[in-house]
């Protein structure tokens, strides 16, 4: 039995619009065990057991098939996980990465971490869970801290650590699938992005701000919560991902009390904090 792990991560820049996104990696987490035997392949997904198990099995086929050796008749892979499934916090990027991690683990493979990314990336754009191909998403979910992507190449553009600061997450009882998203509009928006985009790697708070202002309305999602925090003295706030969940940072030790004040209810409330690079 082996047991790979990823944590999550929230959005700074959208990458619809330009290609390029920007992440900061949060201490949320998934695991996933995976264990060869038996006579059949067998995915659980405990903490979301509707979801669909093609993505996973995906990176069990794709992982084998890049180590060079056949596919075991008989695997077992449960994951279980604190991240929210289609609520823009990362949860396939996650996934991707944890059970990749535990497939090499199984087989008692060594992989770069960012290649180990890339193939994640490759095996979600197959089971058509992403838009942009979530490069950015993967690697703050992967490596952590702050990181910026150019999803159009697979590349990494910049990274940097982060001071830990404490996040306050709302998550939303819906849920925002991929195929639901208003694309034409995102892509006119991308004048603005680029804009955050410019200031994400020196005011990575900012830049989430002004990034969820444009990509909410532009999805026509309520932005008065972010807006809210940023008045109430947040560092910064704003939709994570394509939503519906909000992301909003404040300087550690402040997080409970902030999410209190807020008024948000604790049933749809996640703390947790920034998360360093590895």
């Given at each position: 039995?082996?047991?790979?792990?990823?944590?999550?991560?929230?959005?700074?820049?959208?990458?619809?619009?330009?290609?390029?996104?920007?992440?900061?990696?949060?201490?949320?987490?998934?695991?996933?065990?995976?264990?060869?035997?038996?006579?059949?392949?067998?995915?659980?997904?405990?903490?979301?057991?509707?979801?669909?198990?093609?993505?996973?099995?995906?990176?069990?086929?794709?992982?084998?098939?890049?180590?060079?050796?056949?596919?075991?008749?008989?695997?077992?892979?449960?994951?279980?996980?604190?991240?929210?499934?289609?609520?823009?916090?990362?949860?396939?990027?996650?996934?991707?990465?944890?059970?990749?991690?535990?497939?090499?683990?199984?087989?008692?493979?060594?992989?770069?971490?960012?290649?180990?990314?890339?193939?994640?990336?490759?095996?979600?754009?197959?089971?058509?869970?992403?838009?942009?191909?979530?490069?950015?998403?993967?690697?703050?979910?992967?490596?952590?801290?702050?990181?910026?992507?150019?999803?159009?190449?697979?590349?990494?553009?910049?990274?940097?650590?982060l001071e830990e600061h404490d996040v306050v997450i709302h998550v939303p009882r819906f849920k925002i699938r991929k195929t639901g998203l208003p694309l034409d509009r995102l892509h006119e928006v991308a004048p603005g992005i680029q804009k955050?985009?410019?200031?994400?790697?020196?005011?990575?708070?900012?830049?989430?701000?002004?990034?969820?202002?444009?990509?909410?309305?532009?999805?026509?999602?309520?932005?008065?919560?972010?807006?809210?925090?940023?008045?109430?003295?947040?560092?910064?706030?704003?939709?994570?991902?394509?939503?519906?969940?909000?992301?909003?940072?404040?300087?550690?030790?402040?997080?409970?009390?902030?999410?209190?004040?807020?008024?948000?209810?604790?049933?749809?409330?996640?703390?947790?904090?920034?998360?360093?690079?590895?």
């Amino acid at each position: 039995m082996s047991i790979g792990r990823s944590h999550g991560a929230i959005t700074v820049i959208n990458a619809m619009p330009c290609g390029i996104g920007a992440t900061i990696g949060v201490d949320l987490g998934t695991e996933a065990v995976f264990q060869v035997g038996g006579g059949s392949r067998e995915v659980t997904i405990a903490h979301d057991p509707s979801e669909d198990t093609t993505m996973a099995r995906i990176c069990v086929r794709r992982a084998y098939e890049h180590i060079g050796i056949p596919e075991p008749d008989g695997w077992t892979l449960r994951t279980e996980s604190d991240i929210p499934v289609s609520r823009g916090l990362k949860s396939s990027s996650t996934a991707c990465n944890a059970i990749l991690r535990a497939v090499m683990q199984e087989t008692g493979t060594e992989m770069d971490p960012v290649e180990l990314i890339r193939l994640g990336v490759n095996c979600a754009r197959e089971a058509h869970v992403t838009v942009t191909g979530s490069f950015d998403d993967a690697c703050g979910s992967g490596l952590g801290g702050l990181v910026m992507t150019d999803n159009r190449k697979d590349e990494i553009v910049a990274q940097r650590d982060l001071e830990e600061h404490d996040v306050v997450i709302h998550v939303p009882r819906f849920k925002i699938r991929k195929t639901g998203l208003p694309l034409d509009r995102l892509h006119e928006v991308a004048p603005g992005i680029q804009k955050a985009i410019d200031i994400a790697m020196e005011d990575p708070f900012g830049a989430m701000t002004m990034n969820g202002r444009i990509i909410s309305a532009a999805s026509d999602v309520d932005n008065s919560l972010a807006e809210k925090a940023v008045s109430m003295g947040a560092l910064g706030a704003g939709m994570s991902g394509s939503g519906p969940a909000v992301a909003i940072v404040v300087p550690k030790g402040d997080g409970k009390g902030f999410a209190r004040d807020l008024g948000i209810e604790p049933e749809e409330t996640i703390l947790t904090k920034t998360r360093c690079g590895q």
